[in-house]
T-cell receptor, first 113, second 114 residues
Framework: KNEVEQSPQNLTAQEGEFITINCSYSVGISALHWLQQHPGGGIVSLFM???GKKKHGRLIATINIQEKHSSLHITASHPRDSAVYIC???????????????FGKGTHLIIQP | DTEVTQTPKHLVMGMTNKKSLKCEQH?????MYWYKQKAKKPPELMFV???????INESVPSRFSPECPNSSLLNLHLHALQPEDSALYLC?????????????FGSGTQLSVL
C-alpha cells in the first residue's frame, strides 16, 4: 500500500507570500490529485497530474514521477486560500474498473491578512 | 452540471435507528465512492461502485450497506450504528473508464450517532 507523506502539516503565512506544499509517495502511481477542503467539509479537486506541471490561476502543481514527489504552489496568497490541502494518489488502473485514492494527512494552511 | 449532491447535510440518529444517506450526480460518471472522514483526519475509502456494481469494499462493517440503484444515484443505508461511527460521510464520482480521472466530491453528510 502506498505511503503518502505531506509537509508541512501546518503552515501559517502572511497575505501575499508564496506558498509551497510538498507530497511524496512510496509506490508508483497512475495519477496524483491535489484537493482543497474548507471548514465545513466540502472537498474541491484542484489538480490531477500524471506528469509535468499544471497551472490554474494562482495555483501551480508539479510532479516528478522518478522522484515520487509533487508540489503545490500558491502565488500571491490570500486569506481565502486558508484551507486544508490534501494530496491523494491513485496507484493502478483496474482495467476499466475504478479504485479509490490513498490520501495524505493534509496540510492546514492559514493565510493571515 | 458538475455537482455531486448529498442529502441530508446533517443527520442525528440513535443506535437503533435505520437511516439512509443519498448521493446524486448527473455528469455521466460510472464510478461512485463513499468515504468516511473523522475530524482532522484524511478521508478513508469505504466503498467503490463501478458501472453500478460494487468493486471495492474496504472491510466496512455490515451495519453500513451501500446501494447503487442506477448510474446517477448512490445510497448508504445505516442500521444499528455505534457512536464511533459519527463522522463526515463524503460521496464522490469520476469517469470509470479513464486511466486517471478527476474526482468530484459532494459536500458531505455530517452524521452524529447518539
Amino acid at each position: 500500500k502506498n505511503e503518502v507523506e505531506q509537509s508541512p502539516q501546518n503552515l501559517t503565512a502572511q497575505e501575499g507570500e508564496f506558498i509551497t506544499i510538498n507530497c511524496s509517495y512510496s509506490v508508483g502511481i497512475s495519477a496524483l490529485h491535489w484537493l482543497q477542503q474548507h471548514p465545513g467539509g466540502g472537498i474541491v479537486s484542484l489538480f490531477m497530474l500524471s506528469s509535468g506541471k499544471k497551472k490554474h490561476g494562482r495555483l501551480i502543481a508539479t510532479i516528478n514521477i522518478q522522484e515520487k514527489h509533487s508540489s503545490l504552489h500558491i502565488t500571491a496568497s490570500h486569506p481565502r486560500d486558508s484551507a486544508v490541502y490534501i494530496c491523494a494518489v491513485r496507484e493502478g488502473w483496474t482495467g476499466g474498473g475504478a479504485d479509490g485514492l490513498t490520501f495524505g494527512k493534509g496540510t492546514h494552511l492559514i493565510i493571515q491578512p | 452540471d458538475t455537482e455531486v449532491t448529498q442529502t441530508p447535510k446533517h443527520l442525528v440518529m440513535g443506535m437503533t435507528n435505520k437511516k439512509s444517506l443519498k448521493c446524486e450526480q448527473h455528469m455521466g460518471h460510472r464510478a461512485m465512492y463513499w468515504y468516511k472522514q473523522k475530524a482532522k483526519k484524511p478521508p478513508e475509502l469505504m466503498f467503490v461502485y463501478s458501472y453500478e456494481k460494487l468493486s471495492i469494499n474496504e472491510s466496512v462493517p455490515s451495519r453500513f450497506s451501500p446501494e447503487c440503484p442506477n448510474s446517477s444515484l448512490l445510497n448508504l443505508h445505516l442500521h444499528a450504528l455505534q457512536p464511533e461511527d459519527s463522522a463526515l460521510y463524503l460521496c464522490a464520482s469520476s469517469q470509470a473508464q479513464a486511466m486517471a480521472s478527476k474526482l468530484f466530491f459532494g459536500s458531505g453528510t455530517q452524521l452524529s450517532v447518539l
